[in-house]
């Protein structure tokens, strides 16, 4: 069974949104989720770079750790889902998440968030397979068509990669081979306990 | 980084429903609370069902039902000029998914923010939904008999007032290319002029520039083609943020063949944090920079002498002018050091194929022109123009911008750049089926026929300015305005007291743009509806000049129709009014009678048919719809690099190039394959090469400018030739070659010319000269050299020239500006306005430059009113550098106050504190409108038009500057001043 990871290219990312705005739409993305964003370091300085961040549905995820009612399952592709009847929205798994993938609807009284909302890579939730009801909640559940995430797909410098995390890493690794230079599978260490060696 | 991207916490807090009548200003504390209350309401009414979803689940605009079929349909991206193609799919009617398109070459199934967000357009809330007009101030409903009725009525008016000259007619680079020429013919039917499009504000330098210097103003290369390159300089351009997909292809010439990517802008952008070498230059001093590296590439020997010998003339004169720019001249004006353009010159020059990509930074100057020409000599110089890998890389700014200029929406041309003289006209009169005559007794005078129009950014002083001052029979009374923002065109205090002072103003877009609310106007304003390209089919040109076809996607949404349907329409409307007035003319039977008529409008494939019986001259005439709907159904069988059908591919479209690139010659049944490389000798022409264009004459100072020993392959003609006319065809023998049938359209054409030898390869409708000159492999248009200097131009060789608001009062006198002089029917001030510069700068000391943003697109309506877009780009700005903000005050995220130097003009905008820009240099988006002087005009808006986001414009600070050749405006460099506010 495939491992499904993402990779981002820094040095290909050029901070064009393409991912963010192909999440919206795929998926009808309220106003304030964001599922995925483009972060920029040294912004407008020498040494800039940009990466495009969303949940890398971590080996072992964390968020799954912290989570008091287990929301969280795994599927057979390795990709993190979560239940939202069984969200209760404690914003726990935010502050497990090393790289900030839970959003939450509103800010009310007493600390109200709503149900958490993050990125299915494209995979849809529990309910069945690309029913009205799944959507509705998760949005679009391509891997169930067998495409990859859209974000991915629809890069303007093909940075962003998706899909089984040996062929990714396999790209990469040809890629920098090819032009000399590379940065490294961002967050790998961290989501997956592995790197890219190229 | 306030003001940047999605702002964490407080983007959190603006819930779907919350945004509806918030202003660019953000929320306070109270507007949130209530806010945030409605939304709960809403919420808890949808039990069951997740909160974050409940929007989805009112629209359920992008669920899939799977069991039902799903269409897909193919159409082009409407923002930028790259062509990417954009795969809908349908279901019921209804656009309910976006997927990659794998098999184009352009895009490879990529899209930037903009185009992977199309689909909001056609759902989108805040378009236009059906014609409106202001009555006492207030906008009204109204249907489209009464606005198409209403508005010819006063159409004809003015005209029976004023003149057909009062009626200012601005068209756009959103049109489909049928749509262009549609309007391009309306215009000169109607009997002016006066037609514009956004390439005035954006490329009509380049067009002028490379036009003059080797035959065609357009790219010569392809983006594909990039990946080729092993050194290429970006100058005055930040695609990675105007043309993202662009970057594929030069990310991945430069990973592949190691190139050298050279940046050089005032300014560090985003496509510069990608580059090997960045280059930082003072705003306005593109020429200084090109000549400081011809400089060194002169000094070293490392011109291509054999091409400057063979296909270039006038190399000696830019010498002598080059040879003025020493490093430390160059460094004094510029502020570049030396070393670091020799370094630049040398890479450009000696590791080969070199291309050079510019936009706007270089062409929306007082000095555009120029800067274009000597961008191009120093292509010539290096010998980096006709091959793979090499030439002009002009990015073009909208989806049909190139369309649109080759169509004519240009002040100064017919399609297809045939000009306005009597040839010209002659030629399109014939293709139209009405007589010469007929055409010219529609203008106010046989003169103002051949007599070039007012350009766009101009159209506030024709309305403004005394009578006496403007040179047509009257001022400008009334204006119709098809897809063209209002905020794009500098100075736009005076475009607010132009706005007012007219007798008739007609929006038709889909969105209201800032020409619906700049102005005080109450009555005589009217809007109507217009479908996006995805709501209608036709064919687009994309900056390296394939032309692709799209489908329609779903029906015009709301009450919208597409422009096909209003200009017939609004033909109709006019003879009905002309009737009402007993005035003679008429427009509607005679301008649609070739096309196809089918649900009241006339078919895309229909004009197309005409413009290939009437576009020789930039070889649109092989480009037939069957021939571009093959190549869109198979995408998938052209190389990426080549864009080469390949031998796999259906035998009708064996050996085609994606697009059918003009020049495509001859007629579709000739299969020529289109030109994917301009100019380019290492082919046979009728395999796509060519030579440069003779268009200034045999010879000067006793110079050729033919080529010498240069030629195209497989050519007969193994050195220059002129252009093919029937008398060079008899010269060279080759006159029976046509077919008798070519032979008695030719004679036929010969009638109005005075005789048939002066029938040309542009000229002659059966196509015969120019299937004949291919079959001795030449170039219809001849074989000569490229023109280092061009004497038509008043800098015949490009000199450098202080900005109009220069920073640098202390150049003026060595550097000044051209003086005071007129052009297009108007006074040009040039020297008096400079000469206030030294006073000007001690209280605008900072130098005001402008730009694109990824998220939104031209002057924006159309990009702030998607929400996914929007809320990635919340506020308008100024970059400003931290020594200047420090000296002001100014914290990163905090309110200033940008003032300029006329109008006593200011806007109220966020301040973003960068390294970005340099010491005393700022720079603000233009895509932003809607504030206005610090009133937010929100109220202004028909309801439920407003865009989610409003903002300051940067064109209400920029000021008075135009380019010689085209009036394009200066929006690069002017000056300002900035406060905390």
Known sequence: MARMKFLCDADRCIECNACVTACKNEHEVPWGINRRRVVTINDGRPGERSISMACMHCTDAPCAAVCPVSCFYTTADAIVLHDKDLCIGCGYCFYACPFGAPQYPRVGNFGGRGKMDKCTYCAGGPQQDNTLVEYTQYGANRIAEGKLPLCAEMCSTKALLAGDGEMIATIYRERVQRRGYGSGAWGWRTAYRTTVNA | MLIKRSDGARAKQRLASAYQGLSAGGMDRRSFLKTAGLAGAGVAALA???????????????????????????????HCSVGCTVTAEVQNGVWVGQEPTWESPINRGTHCAKGASVRELVHGDRRLKYPMKLVNGQWQRITWDVAMSEIADRMMAIRAASGPDSVYWLGSAKFSNEGAYLFRKFVAFWGTNHVDHQARI???????????????????????????????????????EAHPVSLQHVLSGKEINRANMIVIDPRYTRTAAHATEYVRIRPGTDIPVIWGILWHIFENGWEDKEFIRQRVYGMDEIRAEVAKWNPQEVERVTGVPGAQLRRVAEMFATQKPSTLIWCMGTTQKTVGTANVRAYSVLLLATGNVGAEGTGANIFRGHCNVQGASDFGLDVGTLPAYYGLDETAWRHWSRVWGVSFESMRARFDTPQMMNTPGIPSTRYMDAVLLP?????????????????????TVTRMPEA?????????????????????????????????????????SGSRTSSNRSVQWGEKIVNPIFESRTDYRVMFDLAKALDAAAQRRNMTIRFAEDMFKHYDIQNGEPTPESILREINRGAWGTGYSGISPERLKLHMQHQDKFDLVTLRAKPDAPAEIRGDYYGLPWPCWGTPEQRHPGSHILYNTNLAVKDGGGTFRPRFGLERNGVTLLAEGSYSKDSDIRDGYPEFTVALLKRLGWYDELTAAEKATIAEIGQGLGGEDRVSWMTDLSGGIQRVAIAHGCSPFGNGKARAVAWNLPDPVPVHREPIYTARPDLIAQYPTLPDRRGFRLPHLGQSVQARSPEVFRNFPIILTSGRLVEYEGGGEETRSNKWLAELQQDMFVEINPADAAARNIRDGAWVWVTGPENNSRARVKA????????????????????????DQRRKYPQGTDPVVLGESVNAITTYGYDPVTFMQETKVTLCQIRAA
């Open chain 2, 48 to 78: 069951g069902i997740a909160p974050r979803m409940a929007e989805a689940a009112g629209a359920a605009t992008g669920v899939h039902d799977l069991s039902r079929p799903i269409q897909r349909v193919k159409n082009l991206c409407t």
């Open chain 2, 202 to 240: 954006c490329h009509s330098t380049t067009v002028a520039g490379v036009a003059n210097t080797w035959g065609y103003g357009a790219q010569t290369n392809s983006y594909n083609d990039i990946r080729n390159s092993k050194t290429m300089i970006i100058m005055g351009g930040n695609p990675a």
């Open chain 2, 467 to 487: 009578k006496d001052q403007v040179q047509q029979r009257d001022n400008l009374k009334g204006m119709i305005v098809f897809g063209h923002g209002g905020n």
């Open chain 2, 496 to 536: 607010q007291r132009a706005l007012d002072a007219l007798d008739l103003l007609v929006v038709a877009d889909p969105h209201p743009t800032t020409f619906a609310v700049l102005h005080n106007r109450r009555e005589n304003t009217y809007l109507l509806p217009i479908a996006t390209q995805f709501e209608c």
């Open chain 2, 912 to 935: 973003l504190v960068t390294e970005r820009v340099g010491p005393g240099v700022a720079f603000m988006p233009f895509h932003f409108a809607g504030w206005f002087m610090g009133e």
